[in-house]
């Protein structure tokens, strides 16, 4: 596994995501209301909108556009219209920074 | 009879039929649309991307099956008779139905000036397509109507250095659903990227060259396409002796005035907790409906309720819309580095809020918004103003109290 750092904890908001393009592709990273860091696949499973704009809230991210859920640690789609699942990725916070195994 | 009749493939149709599964119910479950395709989505019709009308199906033909519907497509309900409990078919069959939703959704208006049968309307697939089949660069289309999807197509056509031109009865663009803060700001965006404005004109006549407006003058045009708004398509409703107004009527339940009859989406007029009907023409009104009126007809009595909202994209320009904003409430403005948004206070209480920025960058702010208004939360102004004021925490600690 190769470990990408993906930026700082502190600029992600607690109970928050950002956008991280890699690679060609986009993910999305998220801080968990305890601190804790996941990535999932950056666009909605629905159409392809970046869930990073979307709000966290506990562990659930709902897309911008039309109010599709997914819980961000394990990928599951929690409401329609989304209804396939997000791909997950390793994330973990080591001295302050962000990594993701994007392999 | 047996089963479940629904009438309409739209949004609100199909996703009626997918939650009465949803919701536990096992009899016949079938869903007549005219259109001659899978159920499909229309916003992204004037949104196009690439260049090519999208056709985004709603569902895909083995969750229609794998669900028990069976879906008549390309088939209209040409007669309705609620004494008898039957539906007629144009393929000349007869269905008889326990229970019926009316998921008819709207037309476009008709202009009357002479001519108006020159001009496309843009409501359907097989309209997108009339449309952008008849568009290439320096051809000069002209929009009569600069509500939302005018204005959307208006974007597209922009995008494609189509010349266009917009002819608007009223003083104002967007005058309808749109503060005129956010209206203005989409006006300003639309004359900066070459949209030709004739406000407050109406059209005398169309011709073979063009638009003759009430003026005078002529606008020459390759293509006229009308987007006068629409009205809620209520014929067999209205036919078979249903209650009717600027929609079908129904309760807070969504049932007509025939007891075993619901409606849902564009074409319903559901009756407001302080008396009168109120008709939504929006995607996700269509599927909350759509669910309220399946748990019923499954045998819930739920009353709808929700927090109208809506969304359209204009250019690189994200608006959405939650709550009826009105020019009488008192208005809190935030400026964020993304875009703006405008809260609207009734006597303290939040009950509207509007966002003008960047793609779907507001969207968690009117999210939130949402949720506020619906807790009839009364916040601070000045914290509503503040941008550094996390509305999150707001929610918090109004749930905490
Ligand atoms: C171009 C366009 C862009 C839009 N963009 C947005 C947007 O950005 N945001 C937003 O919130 N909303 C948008 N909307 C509005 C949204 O699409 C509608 O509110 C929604 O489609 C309403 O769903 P409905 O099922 O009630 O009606 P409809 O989608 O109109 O479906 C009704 C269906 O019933 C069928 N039908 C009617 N009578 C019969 C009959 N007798 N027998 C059989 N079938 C029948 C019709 O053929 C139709 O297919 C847009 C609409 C259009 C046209
Ligand atoms: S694009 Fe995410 S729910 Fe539709």
Known sequence: MTWITAGKLEDIEQEGAIRFDHGG???????????????????????????????VIDFEVECPKHSGAFDYRTGEALRLPACENLKTYPAEVVDGEVRVALG | MDGIVIIGAGESGTRAAFALRE???????????AEPHLPYERPPLSKPVGGMVQMTPICAREALEAAGISYLEGCSVSKLDAVAATVSLSDGRVLGYEKLLLATGARPRRLACPGAERALDFRTHADAEAIFANVA????????????????????????DVAVSV???????LGRAVPARFADKLHARHAAEGVRFHLDRTVAAIGEDGVVLSDGSILPADLVVSAIGVVPEMTLAEASGLATANGILTDACLRTSAPNIFAAGDCAAVAQPGGGHIRHESWRNARMQAETAARNMAGAAETFASVPWFWSDQYDLGLQIAGRPQPAHQTVLRTTAEGELEFYLDDGRLVAVAGLGFGNSLAKHIKLAEMLIAASIRPEPAALADPGVNLKTLLKSARAA
Do not use: N
């Not at chain 2, 919701?23 to 649309?33: H, K, N, Q, S």
């Not at chain 2, 002819?167 to 663009?173: D, N, Y």
């Open chain 1, 25 to 55: 592709r986009t993910y999305a990273i998220y801080r968990g209301p305890d601190d804790s860091v996941y990535c999932t696949a950056g666009l909605c499973t629905h159409e392809a909108i970046h869930l990073a704009d979307g709000l």
């Open chain 2, 23 to 33: 919701a536990g119910y096992r009899r016949p479950v079938t869903l007549v649309g």
């Open chain 2, 137 to 160: 660069p320096g051809r000069r289309v002209a929009i009569i109507g600069a509500g939302l999807i005018g204005m959307e197509l208006a974007a597209v056509l922009r995008g494609k």
């Open chain 2, 167 to 173: 002819i608007e009865t009223a003083p104002k663009v």
